[in-house]
């Protein structure tokens, strides 16, 4: 008989090795699907992981990886202190919405002018809108107890509806023939997220992930605040007599988590979108949380678990034009990696053993 | 603004329509709530319900069949959810969440093919006298039989819970994992059932949806509808005659402002639109002073040590 015994600590190794075995797990089972979906699937593992970086028009595709790797990891850098702390925000996706909306209206607000101050003020107003939309679920917490991850669901279909109805209305383009969608931030100087060097993808919402990691590195290992964070994940009854306020735990890491992604969001609307569009968001919110898993909450497993999903991103958008694979397949393939990731993580905190039978 | 052309009978019959899909995820995630899990999932089992209801009644020409398929699918998404967190001892939170973001993405990779086909028509029921009554007729008796079906199996679940020695044992699984496993009952077993359950009874709802209710197989088109049901059984304090009247509370801001969008009202049709998820957030904040009710290991991880 099979018998699970639960390890005294984490095991170091399987933690570092249950992603990478989650990886192949979810390229071998995807594969099968690839295959049931009548392709061929080396060829479609192939084109989603090895094309975008190293085939023959890897140079178009890979700026491409850190414009989409940028707002996955700063979300999921967000994200992941939260979880860390058994704090669930998962409406990302509407935090990032309304980031979007605030940067976008500072900028239109201040259209035609052209002045060095704008972009900074839209960087302000982005992370104030996130953080905002994720004080709402915070503070019911803190002063209610209700439940932030039905609060912070909740709030994304309410931020799908305010999107349609600035891009219908107050931000509409006055000039756009009376078509939905906001004024090209693209063609606005001022309000420009241009890329830093051409043709790197590299802008600054990419230089805004890598501070994030850097600075979520420092706060969880140098920092009070980090520790308070990982003792109420690890133990909460020691965190009590340790004297964490769980009030304010919970403040700072939605607080913290919806500003970044209201900065991913910003970032996006004033470079690689440019407008404030209905069709806007497309789920990084949502990506982000398996980011944040894949990459064991930890900043720098976040920085390469973003650039992974970003390649799956790129890879399935070749391998749709290329192959007629279906968008949504690759939703499933993304999804899977999050099932592989937690059913292998059974072996990071037990030990499989065998066992004979009958023993009293 | 003409509100006159909304008329109080029709209003009350499509309540009952639109309360039925939550009703029914809502009942499932109890029983599954009940016995100590919590299963986040429940929107990814709709959906994959709802095309799997639809694919198969479009492919077989049997609602019936469709509904069946329905609860088939959403199951067996709920046996990965109950390996995951029954047998790999995941955490339930996470695998929730991956249940619905695979549940999302596996939908709309199936309904493919399915867009802009109509499903074969479910007939109402002909309940005859009955369904002749003046209103009362229009609005209780000249329904599907599904939307019955659902709260019959609410009334089950009641007396299941309430009366029987299997909802004892549900109960017991659900409040104190330990000492039922002490007691001699299977901890693992029971949840995977509550677990099926809950799967099947949030495919059924879904399939409602893209059957009955649109009934059109569009992307993402549960639109939610898992979550409200998630929040209506903490609204319910886990007792299903308060899930069956919550269904109908959400059912009806649902058709209301439907109805309000319709009639022109000066409010924007956007901010109409939010209103359900408005209101689901400010039941939560009146409700969630009282935890009391809630199963004791709710969410916990059960490991029978050695």
Redesign the interface.
């Known amino acids: 008989m099979i018998v699970l015994e639960k390890r005294p600590q984490p095991s170091r190794a399987w933690a570092i090795a249950t992603p990478i075995l989650a990886v192949l797990a979810t390229m071998l089972f995807g594969g099968l699907l690839f295959a049931v979906l009548g392709k061929n699937p080396v060829e479609a593992i192939l084109t989603i992981f090895y094309d975008p970086l190293l085939g023959p028009h890897a140079g178009y595709y890979r700026p491409q990886l850190l414009v989409k790797g940028a707002p996955l990891v700063l979300i999921a850098i967000g994200l992941s202190l939260g979880f860390k702390a058994g704090i669930w925000n998962i409406g990302a996706e509407g935090q990032y919405i309304v980031g979007a909306i605030c940067g976008a209206g500072v900028a239109l607000a201040f259209y035609p002018l052209e002045a060095w101050y704008i972009f900074p003020l839209m960087v302000l107003g982005g992370a104030f809108g996130g953080w905002v939309w994720a004080m709402i679920p915070a503070l019911l917490k803190v002063r209610f107890g209700t439940n932030e991850i039905l609060v912070s669901l909740m709030l994304v279909y309410v931020a799908e509806q305010l999107l349609a109805s600035m891009s219908l209305g107050l931000l509409r383009n006055p000039q756009g023939l009376g078509f939905p969608g906001s004024r090209n931030l693209q063609q606005y100087e001022s309000a420009h997220n241009a890329e830093l060097f051409a043709n790197t993808g590299m802008h600054w919402g990419v230089v805004a992930a890598l501070l994030s990691v850097i600075f979520a590195y420092i706060l969880l290992n140098q920092h009070m605040r980090g520790f308070h964070i990982r003792l109420t994940g690890d133990a909460p009854r020691a965190a009590r007599f340790a004297g964490v306020r769980p009030a304010r735990l919970i403040l700072f890491c939605l607080g913290s988590g919806g500003a970044l992604a209201g900065l991913a969001g910003m970032f996006e609307v004033a470079g690689p979108s440019g407008v404030v569009s209905i069709d806007f968001n497309v789920g990084y919110g949502f990506t982000a949380i398996i980011v944040a898993f894949l990459g064991r909450l930890h900043p720098v497993g976040v920085l390469l678990a973003g650039a992974l999903l970003a390649l799956t991103y790129i890879g399935g958008e070749i391998a749709q034009s290329n192959l007629g694979l279906p968008a949504a397949a690759i939703q499933v393939f993304q999804g899977m990696l999050l099932f592989f990731l937690l059913a292998l993580d059974l072996l990071t905190n037990y030990r499989i053993r065998a066992r004979q039978t009958g023993v009293a | 603004m003409d509100l006159s052309a909304i008329n109080p009978a029709l209003l009350l019959a499509s309540l009952m329509v639109a309360a039925t899909p939550i009703l029914l995820a809502a009942i499932g995630e109890l029983v599954a709530e009940r016995s100590g899990v919590l299963n ?1 999932g429940v929107e990814g089992m709709m959906i994959t319900g709802a095309i799997c209801g639809f694919a198969i009644a479009v492919e077989t020409g049997s609602p019936w069949l469709g509904f069946a398929g329905a609860a088939a699918g959403g199951a067996v998404l709920a046996l ?1 959810f109950a ?2 967190t029954q047998v ?4 339930q ?3 929730g ?2 249940l619905t ?6 939908s ?2 199936i309904g ?1 093919g399915y867009v802009g086909i109509k499903p074969p028509k479910f007939a109402r029921l002909d309940i005859p006298v009955l369904g002749d009554l003046p209103v009362v007729g229009r609005v209780l008796f000249g329904h599907d039989p599904m939307l019955y079906i659902a709260i019959a199996l609410v009334a089950g679940v009641w007396i299941l819970l309430r009366f029987s020695r299997a909802g004892l044992i549900l109960r017991a699984v659900g409040e104190n994992h330990d000492a039922a496993h002490a007691l001699g009952y299977k901890v693992v077993r029971i949840r995977i059932l509550a677990i099926l359950f809950g799967g099947a009874c949030a495919g059924l709802g879904g399939a409602y949806i893209s059957l009955v209710r649109v009934p059109q197989w569009t ?1 993402g088109m549960t ?2 509808v898992g ?2 049901a ?2 209506l059984v ?1 609204f319910g304090s886990w007792k299903p005659w308060r899930v069956l009247l919550g269904a109908w509370l959400f059912g009806g801001i649902t058709v209301l402002q439907l109805n309000l969008q319709a009639a022109g009202v000066a409010i ?1 049709v ?2 109409l ?2 209103s359900p ?2 209101v ?2 400010l039941v ?2 009146i409700l ?2 009282d ?1 009391s009710r809630a199963p004791a290991s709710l969410g916990k991880i059960f ?1 029978a ?2």
């Open positions: 986040l990965l390996l995951l790999a001892l995941a955490n939170v996470a695998s969440l991956a973001l695979f549940g999302l993405g596996l709309a990779l493919q992307e639109a939610g979550w409200i998630l929040a903490v924007p956007e901010y639109a939010m998820y408005l689901t957030i939560l904040v969630s002073a935890k490991h040590s050695q």
